[in-house]
């Protein structure tokens, strides 16, 4: 049983469109993220959700909208999808606070056309 | 500000040699610290963590890492290599706070000669 889960895998858009990643997770973890891989592998933060509520927003373009209908569920949402965005996206969630690592899931390769 | 920092961006050592893989960090206060794994095509496994105590932890696959505070070092080991440990490796600090967030070194590939 998958603790972290992403959905789609991979992903291949036209620039202009609008995209959504899903992830979920079973873990019963209070905390989710959504980090970027770029072309060199830097995994940067771009989100981070405790219980519902964003708490880190690290200057990400206000195209990509997070979402948390619970504490289970954290989805990304990307509008006017541009070449720039190509890149890998992984979602990770943990306990939140102190003593914790988090776990992730197993990516999503976004290619923008 | 928190940061990690991996001085080498890629590693060849031979299989069956011994591992020794970089990393130090900047955060004000006592760190958490991680090593994650990444196979190609992967998501990160995690490694090995340290949070307190015994300054040398062991983790998985035969890994271990040591915590110097005085270096702000937390160098990851491996006495012998296997071709599976082909990998990216990343190192990561935990800063808790008001803003709970894991910040990652910019990895280290490492490559495995037969």
């Known amino acids: 049983d998958t603790a972290v889960s992403q959905t789609p895998k991979y992903l291949v858009t036209q620039m202009g469109n609008d995209k959504s990643i899903k992830c979920e997770q079973n873990?019963?973890?209070?905390?989710m993220y959504w980090y970027k891989q770029d072309s060199k592998k830097f995994l940067k933060i771009m989100f981070s959700?405790?219980?519902?509520?964003?708490?880190i927003n690290e200057t990400v373009p206000n195209r990509f909208s997070p979402k948390s209908p619970d504490k289970a569920h954290l989805n990304l949402h990307i509008n006017s999808l541009e070449l720039g965005d190509s890149a890998v996206y992984f979602c990770?969630?943990?306990?939140?606070?102190?003593?914790?690592?988090?776990?992730f899931g197993q990516g999503t390769r976004l290619t923008v056309v | 500000a928190q940061s990690v920092t991996q001085p080498d961006i890629h590693i060849t050592v031979s299989e069956g040699a011994s591992l020794e893989l970089r990393c130090n960090y900047s955060?004000?206060?006592?760190?958490?610290l991680f090593w994650y794994v990444q196979s190609p095509g992967q998501g990160l496994q995690l490694l090995l963590k340290?949070?307190?105590?015994?300054?040398l932890v062991q983790g998985i696959k035969g890994f271990e890492a040591e915590f110097k505070r005085s270096q702000s070092s937390f160098n990851l080991r491996k006495p012998s290599v296997h071709w599976s440990d082909a990998a990216e490796y990343f190192c990561?600090?935990?800063?808790?706070?008001?803003?709970?967030?894991?910040?990652f070194g910019k990895g280290t590939r490492l490559h495995i000669l037969p």
């Open positions: 340290y949070f307190s105590g015994d300054t």
């Open positions: 955060y004000g206060a006592t760190p958490y």
């Open positions: 990561a600090v935990a800063a808790w706070g008001r803003d709970d967030k894991i910040i």
């Open positions: 873990l019963g973890h209070d905390t």
């Open positions: 959700y405790n219980n519902k509520e964003l708490i």
């Open positions: 990770a969630s943990s306990q939140g606070r102190a003593n914790t690592e988090a776990f």
